[in-house]
């Protein structure tokens, strides 16, 4: 039997001590991390950039089949998308997290596992955070600070007419990862033996379970001296972060089926759940890369680089947002990413 260390054993700042004692600042902007009433963080001649997540159990994940060091991992990683989203460089989180009496120490020390692994790939420091009780399961927030140069910092609102579009890696892979996962879920229904059939489909449970933040897509397109005019990661699905950017940047915009980068695993599922691949790409979510825009002249600049796909360019807004389908008809895009608040 698994060993199992009631929370309450510790207490709060004993909790709080147990999973952070060992933590090792890394960045110069760190001056004090855990351990005091506030951390203290300095920044010198740089931007300073604040994100936000909260992650409630049963709304955001499903602990049937999200491991808890995968959950750690991703809470981290999404958060750091945010700051590369807006050109900049992840350097802090503070880790706030809302426990009820069903979750053990040794959970939380897998949850932290993951946390931890995804700062040290990605060289920021856990420097504060908060434990409290709850009576609704696992919440999770995290807020992460991070640093930009003034004149670097990418908006949503700087899209122009002509502009390129672009994304990077492939979409809806983490989307079909997900109906994957709820598929085997709603099959084992309790079953005591049940061993779920994911062979073939890795790199969707991958995507769905652990995504990674373009950290590398910021530092291609920094070595090609690339400021892209407005940029997004994709977390509520392409047609809505296209329509985020549109309505800030006053553009509209066109992209071309034919061009949306997918692989081939998240088209054999589609196929699978006879569900349109497009469709997936475009409404998925969760993918975390990035969509940017670039001026028109730098099309052979950005087409030269790796992993970097142009799918259309932007118009003026009273043209709206369209799709042009691989036959040329023009579907009018709509926001159809996950909401939670619409649950």
Not at 18 to 45: M, P
Not at 194 to 204: A, R, V, W
Request: charged letters at 25%; proline letters at 2%.
């Amino acid at each position: 039997m698994e060993k199992r260390t009631e929370i309450a054993t510790l207490g709060e700042f004993g909790l709080i001590h147990h999973l952070t004692d060992t933590i090792r600042l890394k960045n110069e902007s760190s001056l004090k991390g855990v351990g005091d009433d506030a951390a203290v963080l300095e920044y010198k001649e740089k931007q300073v950039l604040v994100t936000t997540d909260l992650l409630l159990e049963g709304i955001h994940f499903d602990l049937t089949y999200v491991p808890l060091t995968h959950l750690g991992y991703k809470s981290a990683v999404v958060n750091f998308s945010d700051i590369y989203a807006m050109n900049g460089r992840p350097k802090q989180i503070t880790v706030s997290l809302g426990i009820s009496k069903r979750f053990s120490i040794e959970d939380l020390d897998d949850f932290y596992k993951g946390v931890r692994l995804a700062c040290d790939i990605y060289g920021v420091d856990i420097v504060g955070g908060d434990t409290s009780a709850t009576r609704t399961g696992l919440t999770i927030s995290i807020t992460c600070i991070g640093e930009a140069d003034k004149d670097k910092i990418v908006y949503r609102n700087g899209a122009k007419e002509t502009d390129l579009i672009c994304v990077s890696g492939d979409l809806g892979a983490a989307y079909m990862g997900l109906q994957l996962l709820e598929r085997e879920k709603q099959v084992f229904n309790g079953e005591k033996d049940f061993q779920p059939d994911f062979s073939g489909k890795e790199y969707l449970l991958e995507r769905q379970l652990k995504p990674e933040a373009r950290k590398d897509i910021i530092d291609m397109l920094e070595k090609a001296g690339i400021v892209p005019t407005s940029m997004m990661d994709i977390s509520d699905g392409l047609s809505s972060e296209l329509l985020h950017i549109g309505r800030q940047s006053q553009t509209g915009c066109r992209i071309y089926e034919d061009r949306i980068p997918i692989d081939y695993q998240t088209a054999v599922m589609a196929e699978q759940f006879n569900m349109n691949v497009t469709t997936a790409a475009l409404n998925g979510g969760e993918d975390y890369e990035l969509l940017f825009t670039v001026p028109l002249p730098l099309h052979d600049k950005v087409a030269d680089l790796k992993g970097i796909k142009i799918i259309g360019h932007v118009t003026k807004e009273s043209l709206g947002n369209y799709l042009i389908t691989r036959d040329g008809t023009e579907v009018a895009l709509q926001a159809q990413g996950w909401n939670s608040l619409s649950e």
